[in-house]
């Protein structure tokens, strides 16, 4: 195989792993391929890379995809989902006067129930709760909403405003914002810095929410189908590794260099072991699933998974009822066609009812032995995708 | 219609600041902003709903400007302006695509003006566009209303439609008004005796 270098866009965060270990290890080596890796200053610089071709595939935050598809947020490029790169690893996090106001109340911040969470917000806050987010579409922003909506707090009490990650310890400092909901470090670091404290990680409100994903250009998914499987291979393989308990200590330090995350691994460790500092009172927990890469079909494309975020994305921008379209750009399909020659267990179906597995379910796969993991929404609520509320 | 542009400059740095908005005062017809402190940007931005934002493409509170573009229709947008040295072919691109004007060579004085220059050719012919959409839909609308109209009156009367037309206009000319008042009156009173 002649080596090929791919250009591929990246944010520096802890779930641009799969992509930098890829690199690193050598797991695109092995494929023949090198990862140019280049860094993103912004969620919208990193997409008009990726739509105008300085870039060939952009770790992509997963609503991006499904709404250009929708038409919304400019640029009519059509893109693809060809693999998910993280599953969960958001969290939501208070500033010092909300924390105070909570603690005072009792609050036990067990950093697991959303319902109580919620409704302690509510009783503390006075004005509209202004909540900073990386981008007006992700992941962040349809878990808020979803929160909200049902629970005490109402969505009509929260605001939504976008805040660069790098800047949101800043914003909350300043009181511009009162919450955030961000990906790992930047959580972390806003702890770090005495600026607040956090309420509750991504997955208490969705066990199963797809966090990034791979993106391409379609046409560039459909015309260079031997470079986007060994893309694919690559960074399923550097996934399998991360999911190993040893590779943890390995994987922070290299994350940590100048030329990536350039912060310090312990820092970065939290997220990859789920052990996490609350607050500056130094609370710690435990939370396993805190961030996942792979294993239980993590990487696998879900049709029901974007048909869950176009469905969100339609109603909250009043778009109408066919999402089909927009559910389509997870490329299920591309995966499958590429991973054969693997020995990924690969699930039967390429969609599922989202919310439904309250336990670790065997599913029909290729191999036989896939056990799905819970994905449960934390009220219970089943997404069918087949028929969507 | 407002012919001065509102042009926004998001920077940090006094110095280039300067130059910048010696270099916008230079091409005259505009009011230039300037915003050096990230705090609170999107409402600063907001509150002077800007034609034209000038803004490094490097800069991380870009995606803040996306929000601002959200709020807006495709066309409403302010159109904003990323200049950056490393961009290359992204710019012309991006500009054809209509999402926003990018230049290359960062964001230095002696670029503005060529760079405003293009930015407010645009600007002019996205209101152009905009106008002309308008009256577009304005005259299929109108054609519609004048069509029923026709075909109420030829049935009514027995006429066909060169005779229905001409009375419409005859009336129109005999009252004062345009053939397609006309014909929305007399389609609206056709709908109320049902």
């Not at chain 1, 520096?12 to 391929?33: R, S, T």
């Not at chain 1, 250009?68 to 969290?91: I, K, Q």
Request: glycine share 8%.
């Amino acid at each position: 195989m002649r080596r090929v270098t791919i250009p591929v866009a990246y944010m520096p965060l802890v779930d641009a792993a799969p992509l930098i270990i890829a690199q690193e290890l050598g797991f695109a080596e092995a494929e023949a391929i090198g990862l140019d890796l280049i860094a993103a200053p912004s969620w919208s610089s990193l997409r008009d890379m990726l739509g105008f071709g300085r870039v060939d595939a952009a770790h992509m935050l997963s609503p991006v995809p499904v709404a250009m598809r929708l038409g919304l947020g400019g640029m009519g490029v059509s893109l693809a989902a060809v693999c998910v790169l993280s599953v969960n690893g958001d969290v939501i996090g208070i500033g010092r006067p909300l924390e105070e106001k909570l603690r005072a109340s009792g609050f036990g911040f067990d950093f697991e129930d959303a319902r109580t969470a919620a409704t302690a917000l509510q009783n503390a806050r006075r004005d509209k709760l202004v909540l900073g987010v990386p981008f007006p579409f992700s992941m962040h922003v349809e878990l808020l909403r979803y929160w909200a909506e049902r629970t005490d707090l109402g969505v009509d009490s929260i605001e939504i405003r976008t805040v660069p990650p790098p800047l949101m310890a800043e914003a909350l400092e300043a009181g511009d914002i009162d919450a955030f909901c961000v990906g790992e470090p930047w959580g972390s670091v806003a702890v770090d810095r005495g600026v607040g404290a956090l309420l509750l990680p991504g997955r208490a409100i969705w066990q199963g929410a797809p966090e990034k994903v791979l993106a391409t250009r379609s046409d560039w998914a459909e015309t260079e189908p031997d470079l986007l499987g060994r893309l694919i291979r690559a960074v399923w393989q550097a996934s399998r590794w991360l999911a190993k308990p040893d590779s943890r200590i390995a994987a922070a330090e290299i994350l940590s260099r100048k030329g990536y995350l350039d912060l310090p691994p312990e820092l970065i460790d939290r997220a990859l072991s789920g052990r996490m500092i609350l607050s500056g009172h130094g609370e710690q927990r435990q939370c396993d699933g805190f961030l996942r890469f792979h294993g239980a079909a993590a990487t696998f494309p879900w049709r029901s998974q974007a048909k869950w975020i176009a469905h969100r994305l339609a109603k909250a921008h009043g778009l109408g009822p066919d999402t089909d379209a927009a559910a389509s750009v997870f490329r299920a399909d591309l995966y499958r066609q590429h991973m054969t020659q693997t020995d990924a267990d690969l699930p039967g179906a390429s969609a599922k009812l989202e919310g439904a597995i309250r336990h670790p379910t065997a599913v029909a796969s290729t191999r036989g032995a896939l056990n799905l993991l819970p994905d449960r929404f934390f009220d219970g609520a089943i997404f069918d995708p087949d028929a969507p509320e | 219609m407002q012919n001065r542009l509102t042009v926004v400059v998001v920077e940090e740095d006094r110095d280039r600041v300067i130059g910048i908005v010696d270099a916008l005062s230079e091409t005259g017809d505009c009011d230039v902003y300037v915003i050096g402190n990230y705090t609170g940007l999107a409402r600063k931005i907001a509150e002077h709903a800007p034609d034209i934002v000038l803004i490094d493409i490097d800069n991380p509170t870009r995606d803040m400007m996306e929000e601002l573009t959200l709020a807006s229709g495709p066309l409403d947008r302010p159109v904003a302006m990323f200049v950056s040295g490393a961009a290359g072919g992204l710019a012309q691109k991006a500009i054809e695509a209509g999402v926003s004007a990018y230049v290359v060579d960062g964001l230095a004085p002696e670029r503005v003006k060529p760079v405003m220059n293009t930015a407010i050719a645009r600007f002019r012919m996205v209101r152009q566009m905009r106008h002309e959409l308008a009256e577009t839909r304005r005259a299929l609308e109108e054609r519609k209303v004048i069509d029923r109209a026709k075909g109420l009156l030829m049935k009514a009367k027995g006429i066909d439609e060169d005779a229905a037309y001409a009375l419409l206009r005859k009336t129109a000319m005999d009252q004062g008004r345009k053939v397609a008042d006309v014909a929305e009156a007399l389609v609206t009173a056709a709908g109320l005796l049902g």
